[in-house]
């Protein structure tokens, strides 16, 4: 029972290049989302999804892109890297999109992200 | 807009102690309230989850309380161990419109359990 995979763990990047941070679930979960942490800011939003094919901004999205093309993968792109996305990045997965139904959200173990 | 505010910011206790652990969130039209352990280099790890029907939620040592009228809850920790050593957060998700499903967290709380 693999839950929420992020891959890689660990990336060195250097300012301007671009890189896809991959999230996978195997519980066929509706929601998905990315969220970024960073010391004193604690964790924020950057983009969700409440669906394939549905993709949504979250609270920090700027620099960043999604596209949720099946169920299972929520990749998160990078398209010019700049030393402020130095984080580390997790993705979360729950059964549906609404809290009134009281679902859990589940999380990766995270990607660490340099951007020299 | 949710803000998520949990006190201590860090706490060391004695093994073997009791202790509570405190998040208040400023709007209290919430469906639930989830605690997180996270232990360093790793992911977040659910803990509780508890509707806002719900006035108490357990799990073994573990018990989490909610009062939505007064936008608090806290997490009480039976005889700690060294184990239970690491970052507890508390998230509610937003309530309402476009932001179901949305979680908005507090900083944190650092938890270290000493022999």
């Known amino acids: 029972n693999a839950g929420v995979t992020q891959t890689p763990k660990f990336q060195v990047l250097k300012t301007g290049q671009s890189m896809t941070l991959q999230c996978a679930q195997d519980?066929?979960?509706?929601?998905m989302s990315w969220y970024r942490q960073d010391p004193g800011m604690g964790l924020r939003l950057i983009h969700y999804?409440?669906?394939?094919?549905?993709?949504d901004q979250g609270e920090v999205p700027n620099g960043y892109n999604v596209s949720r093309s099946t169920t299972e993968d929520f990749p998160l792109r990078l398209l010019s890297a700049a030393p402020s996305q130095t984080s580390v990045y997790f993705c979360?997965?729950?059964?549906?999109?609404?809290?009134?139904?009281?679902?859990?959200?589940?999380f990766g173990d995270g990607t660490r992200l340099s951007i020299l | 807009k949710q803000e998520v505010t949990q006190i201590p910011a860090a706490l060391s206790v004695p093994e073997g102690e009791n202790l509570v652990l405190n998040c208040s969130f400023t709007?209290?039209?919430?469906?639930?309230l989830q605690w997180f352990r996270q232990d360093p280099g790793k992911g977040l790890t659910s803990l509780l989850l508890?509707?806002?029907?719900?006035r108490e939620q357990t799990s073994g040592r573990l018990n989490a309380s909610l009062d939505k009228s007064s936008g608090r809850s806290t997490l009480y920790i039976a005889a700690s161990q060294p184990g239970d050593s690491a970052t507890y957060l508390c998230?509610?998700?937003?309530?309402?419109?476009?932001?179901?499903?949305?979680?908005?967290f507090g900083q944190g709380t650092i938890l270290t359990v000493h022999p």
């Open positions: 709007d209290s039209a919430i469906y639930n």
């Open positions: 519980m066929n979960h509706e929601y």
């Open positions: 998230a509610v998700p937003n309530a309402g419109g476009t932001s179901y499903g949305k979680l908005t």
């Open positions: 979360a997965s729950s059964y549906r999109f609404d809290s009134s139904l009281n679902q859990p959200q589940h």
């Open positions: 508890i509707q806002s029907s719900q």
């Open positions: 999804s409440v669906g394939a094919g549905i993709t």
